[in-house]
C-alpha cells in the first residue's frame, strides 16, 4: 500500500507535538472524572467536540455547577479563533466539494491549522507559488502542492493529533484520580499552546493581540466562572484588529 508523501510528511510533522498533546489529553480525562462525568460522555465530548481549551473550560464549568448558558458561552468564545482559522486557510481547499471541506473542518485544531499554513507557505517560498490556493488556471500552475497534496498533508497532522487525543483521554478516564498532582500534568497544557503561539507572533497585530490578550487574562484572572478567559481573549481579538486596521 503506497501512502501518500504528504501524508507521511503530515505525520512526521505533528509528531513533537505529541508530547504536549498526550498529557493535555490525559490532564481532561482526569479532569473528566473529577468533574463526574461518566467515561462515555466523557469520550463523547473528546469526540464530537475535539478541542481541547474549551472541553477543558466546559469540564471545570460543570464542576462549578455554571449556568448553561455561561457553559455555552464560554466554549463559543473559546472556539472563536476557528473562524478566523477558516478563513485563513479556506484558500487552499477551494476548489474542493462542500462535503470534503466539512469533513476537514472537523479536523481543524490550533496544531493543524498552523502547521499546515507554515507547510503550505514554505513550499510556495520555496518554489514561487502562488501561496494563495487554487483561485485561478495560472495560479494552480504555480502553487507548489496540488489541492490532494494540502489535503493529505492536513489529514496527516489533523487525524493523527485526533487520534492521540481521544487515546490520551481514555488513558486520562483509566488512570482518574490516581495521577498525583505532584506530577504537575496541567503545566502542559499551556506549552502546547505557548509552542504553537511563539512562532506565529512574527508580525505587529498578532504580536499586540497575544500580548494584550495575556496581560487581560491575567489581570482578570480573579474573575467568578473563568469569565478573565472571556475578558482576555476579547481584549486580544480587539487588539490585533485595530493593529491590523492601524497597518493599513
Known amino acids: 500500500m503506497n501512502v501518500p508523501t504528504e501524508l507521511r510528511a503530515g505525520v512526521r510533522d505533528a509528531l513533537p507535538l505529541f508530547l504536549g498533546i498526550v498529557p493535555f489529553a490525559v490532564v481532561f480525562g482526569v479532569a473528566a472524572v473529577d468533574a463526574g462525568l461518566s467515561a462515555l460522555q466523557a469520550v ?23 449556568t448553561l448558558a455561561v457553559v455555552v458561552l464560554t466554549a463559543v468564545v473559546i472556539n472563536l479563533r ?20 466539512a469533513f ?13 499554513v507554515a507547510h503550505y507557505g514554505a513550499l510556495d ?12 488556471a495560472s495560479a494552480a500552475e504555480t502553487d507548489a502542492l496540488s489541492t ?4 493529505w498533508y492536513y489529514l496527516g497532522v489533523g487525524v493523527s493529533l485526533w487520534v492521540v ?5 481514555v488513558a486520562g478516564l483509566v488512570l482518574g484520580t490516581g495521577v498525583p498532582e505532584s506530577w504537575g500534568l496541567d503545566f502542559t497544557v499551556p506549552l502546547v499552546f505557548l ?47 485595530l493593529a491590523e486596521r492601524g497597518r493599513r
Open 44 to 66: 463523547g465530548l473528546s469526540v464530537f467536540v475535539f478541542a481541547g481549551a474549551s472541553q477543558l473550560a466546559t469540564i471545570e464549568l460543570l464542576a462549578d455547577d455554571a
Open 82 to 101: 476557528m473562524l478566523m482559522y477558516s478563513a485563513s486557510i479556506a484558500p487552499y481547499f477551494r476548489s474542493l466539494a462542500g462535503r470534503s471541506k
Open 195 to 241: 509552542a504553537l503561539l511563539v512562532p506565529a507572533m512574527n508580525d505587529v497585530p498578532t504580536i499586540t493581540a497575544g500580548v494584550c490578550g495575556g496581560v487581560v487574562a491575567v489581570v482578570a484572572a480573579g474573575l467568578p466562572l473563568n469569565l478573565g478567559l472571556l475578558v482576555g481573549a476579547t481584549a486580544g481579538i480587539v487588539a490585533g484588529l
Open 148 to 151: 490532494a497534496d494540502r489535503r
Open 165 to 169: 487525543w481521544q487515546l490520551g483521554t
Open 104 to 116: 476537514l473542518a472537523y479536523f481543524l485544531t490550533d496544531q493543524a491549522y498552523a502547521l499546515s
Open 125 to 136: 517560498d520555496a518554489t514561487g507559488g502562488s501561496g494563495s490556493g487554487e483561485s485561478d
